[in-house]
């Protein structure tokens, strides 16, 4: 039996067709300015575009860039978009990073393309080299820059901790804002807490007094409890 060439994917062909075509509406609709400059193709390019892969491209003409920065392109319409297609150096930096920009500048009138070592291979080539033997962890790649243990503590190690020493501090708090047995063998004569005070009013049965108490500590705890979850959520 022949194959039906009327679907693809199990979707009807004149389906896919009508909303490319929806699609590609779209897409001029909101590019005038690019369909008036490049919609017919730019002359003097084989199939209208610089690069023949262009013509791969399911839109009805390429997107006519004004600038780039960071992961975002902005064309001639003023229509912002996110970069999916960075190519070469802008997939490792990012479009026109501000340090990148700079040493193009500075390079530009020294000559670009001469082929040969400057002197700031050799400044490069020890560095390439350490980079390599660095270790993955970022206390590692600290060391090997010249950080000492102490400032490598304080510089790295410790903003990694800051998190969960923040969350392991709420949840000690929780679990002491409403401790009631040590604090019965330990608190001095005269020290209450919330705990203390709902037990004390609790067990001479009177609960109306017992009621503020109990109310700020489930408000304490409820409180820390909703931070520890922020704080996870973060992560």
């Given amino acids: 039996m022949q194959a039906s060439h009327s679907s693809t994917g199990g979707i009807d062909a004149a389906r896919i067709a009508e909303l490319r075509e929806t699609e590609a509406t779209a ?48 064309d ?25 920009a700079r040493a193009i500048r500075r390079q530009a009138g ?33 060391r090997s820059l010249g950080y000492g243990r102490f400032e490598t503590f304080l510089q790295v ?11 392991g501090a709420l949840m000690v708090f929780i679990v002491v804002v409403k401790e009631l047995p040590i604090m019965l063998l330990l608190a001095p004569p005269g020290f209450s807490t919330l705990a ?5 009013y609790t067990s001479e049965g009177m609960l109306y007094e017992a009621a503020p108490y109990a109310a700020l500590l489930v408000a304490f705890s409820s409180l820390f409890v909703g931070l520890v979850i922020r704080y996870e959520g973060q992560r």
């Fill in 27 to 74: 897409f001029r609709k909101a590019r005038p300015k690019s369909a008036a400059r490049i919609g017919n193709g730019i002359a003097g390019f084989f199939g209208g575009v610089p690069m023949h892969w262009m013509t791969d491209w399911p839109t009805p003409f390429p997107i006519l860039v004004d600038h780039a920065r960071g992961a975002t392109i902005t």
């Fill in 76 to 100: 001639i319409d003023g229509n912002r978009l996110d970069a999916f297609c960075l190519g070469d150096t802008g997939s490792m930096f990012g479009h026109s990073p501000a340090p990148v």
């Fill in 110 to 142: 020294r000559g670009l393309t001469y082929m040969l070592p400057s002197e700031d291979a050799l400044a490069i080539g020890p560095l390439r080299s350490a980079l390599m033997q660095m270790g993955v962890r970022p206390e590692q790649a600290a």
């Fill in 157 to 167: 190690t410790l903003p990694r901790l800051r998190r969960p020493l923040v969350a």
């Fill in 196 to 200: 203390t005070k709902v037990f004390s």
